[in-house]
């Protein structure tokens, strides 16, 4: 109670504006950069003239928020969790301004992805975050962008190893209420068994690869769904491969030559 009367003097204490972006500012669990808070100031006209770094320096100043070096030295801030669990209680209490910040977060999170996708090491400081986006997804019932999310994920999760983790919520979405047989599910479920395929589980991979060719091959001819039936069938191929189906395997890897030869 004492702490709670701690958070709540300091937070009484901003004006409207600030008491409004520090709640909205704890969407982002792992922690956020300069560039993020102006980007949702703005697209958010949370304080219209409002200056997003002399913001922070007042949180800061009051102990709401506090400052550490990210990669390469860049500034980043942060809310200890009890500060946090205050911000969403805040948050919570409209629920427009609980969704939106949320919605607009879950763009954020592909629009850097789609940025630092051959920079897994620069995703790690943004990991927490992102793996917040992703549970929102969920929790909200919005299967299609969880997919989304998770096609953007996998990649980082393989390169940097995190295979039981990244198998997780990739099984996790897979499995969301709701969630279409289209070429999202088709995106996912590739990068499961690529996973699956690392932790040695060809069973799961095989699985999970004809799955996704199923899906893909009832898509259409787009040369976008070519390419993947290619690759899929690449890839399903060397398991078959592996299992003595060597036929099967041999038809599914001319196939996938065939059309990646044009």
């Given at each position: ?25 704890a969407?982002?669990?792992g922690?956020w950069?300069l560039?993020a808070?102006?980007?949702?100031v703005?697209d ?6 409002l ?13 709401l928020?506090h400052r550490?070096?990210?990669p390469?030295?860049s500034?980043?801030?942060s809310?200890?969790q ?11 209490a ?8 949320h919605?607009w977060?879950y763009g ?5 992805l789609?940025?630092?996708r051959s ?8 990991l ?7 549970e929102?997804?969920?929790a909200?019932?919005q299967?299609a962008?969880?997919?989304?999310l998770a096609?953007q994920?996998?990649p980082?999760?393989r390169a940097r190893?995190?295979?039981?983790e ?5 099984c ?7 969630a279409?047989?289209?070429?999202r599910r088709?995106?996912?479920l590739?990068?499961a068994?690529m996973?699956a ?6 069973v799961?991979m095989?699985?999970?690869l004809t799955?996704?060719?199923s899906?893909?091959?009832?898509c259409?001819?787009?040369d976008e769904v070519?390419?993947a039936?290619a690759?899929a069938?690449s ?13 099967e ?7 996938s030559?065939a059309?990646?030869?044009?």
């Open positions: 109670r004492t702490l709670l009367a701690a958070i709540d003097w300091s937070y009484q204490l901003l004006d409207p504006v600030e008491q409004r972006v520090f709640r909205t500012l969407v982002f669990a922690g950069t560039d808070a102006r980007a949702l703005a958010l006209s949370l304080g219209g003239d200056d997003p770094l002399e913001t922070m320096a007042a949180l800061t100043g009051k102990s928020v550490t070096d990210g390469e030295g500034p980043r801030w809310m200890l009890p500060l946090r669990g205050y911000a969403l209680v805040q948050l919570r409209s629920p427009e301004e609980w969704h939106t910040p919605a977060q954020w999170a592909l629009r850097l789609d940025t630092l920079t897994p090491a620069a995703i790690d400081a943004e927490g975050t992102l793996r917040g986006v992703l929102w997804t969920l909200d019932g299967p962008q969880a997919l989304d096609a994920l996998w980082f999760w190893t995190h295979l039981f990244g198998r997780q919520w990739l996790g979405v897979l499995g969301a209420p709701g279409a047989p289209d070429r088709a995106r996912v590739h990068g068994a996973l395929q690392q932790q040695g589980d060809f799961e095989r699985r999970m799955e996704a060719l899906i893909l091959t009832s259409g001819d787009e070519a390419v039936i690759v069938s890839d399903l191929a060397r398991v078959l491969g592996m299992e003595g189906e060597l036929d395997a041999a038809r599914l890897a001319g196939d030559l059309v990646l030869r044009g």
